[in-house]
């Protein structure tokens, strides 16, 4: 059965705590992983009752969760002691950076991202090895994300340029006749959500739109519109983020040019379709994962 723990941040190699090894490898110690699997704190304002036992029934929707804070009891192996010292470097080449997350538990592969970290290593002294010691990570974002994602594209109708043309000096029809905008039925795109909690899509539009783009989205019976109303050219994506309520471009922030904002989260255990209803010859490209809390 699969087992580890893995944290990575940008331009490092992934380090990994393996859930059994022998020598020469970080492991996850007895102590487990804390914070995982278990729901971050609530954040709920409740308001007591002035008479009566009890407070003030609380919606739904007004139910959220405090950041994730994890601790990885770990400890460390190896066959000499500048191996060991190379390995526990390792992990502390992750200070001062975003430090993504992975455990992989048997068929569960499941990631947290953003975080930021402290170590406590034990201070005895071994030639081959680190006594069972912790790393604490702090996520704002208390998410547990699927590493597997669910994704595809959406791609607009077929656009046929110019009107009916006569030919050279009114000749008569010439062929292939072209009347202007044609659509193909552009295709829609289902992303669905199997965890347990919200999920935030993403979206890249791409291609050629000289007048912008529009998405329509549904979910549960409802529906929204997303439109970005600024010339998007090729090479240079828009990226819309639904959990941030963003655009990008270029990794600039263009989000004053959207006209519609009506950003859809799709709810545990419900599928958000995605319908792309600009003509053009772009495409958009749309992500979201399986999310936990």
Known sequence: MAYFAELSASGLDPVRFEGSGDLD?????????????????AKVNVTARGQGDGGHDVDEDDISYA???????WNANASSRDALIALIDSVRKLVHRQVTMRVVDSAEDTYCRGGYLT???????????????????????????STLAHSGEARASVV???GLSYGTGNAGLAYPLSYGVVSDGATVMRLPNQ??????????????????????????????????????????????????????????????KLSQR????????????????????????????????
């Open 25 to 41: 490898c970080l492991c996850v110690a007895k102590g487990g992983i804390e914070g995982w699997w278990s729901t971050p704190a």
């Open 262 to 293: 009506g950003w859809m989260t799709i709810p545990a255990g419900s599928a958000l379709t995605v319908n792309l209803t600009t003509p053009g010859s772009g495409w958009v490209t749309c992500e979201s994962r399986d999310t936990y809390i």
């Open 119 to 145: 170590l406590t290593q034990q201070p005895g002294y071994r030639s081959g090895s680190i006594a069972d010691s912790t790393i604490t990570l702090v996520f704002e974002r208390p998410e547990r994300l």
């Open 195 to 256: 965890g347990t909690s919200r999920a935030y899509p993403t979206y890249a539009l791409n291609g050629e739109w000289p007048n912008g783009c529009t998405l329509r989205l549904a979910c549960d019976g409802l529906g929204s519109t997303l439109a970005f109303n600024s010339a998007i050219h090729a090479g240079t994506p828009v990226l819309l983020d639904t959990r941030s309520r963003t655009a990008t471009m270029g990794g600039v922030d263009v989000t004053a």
């Open 160 to 162: 046929q340029a110019g």
């Open 67 to 73: 950041s994730r804070t994890v601790t990885l009891h």
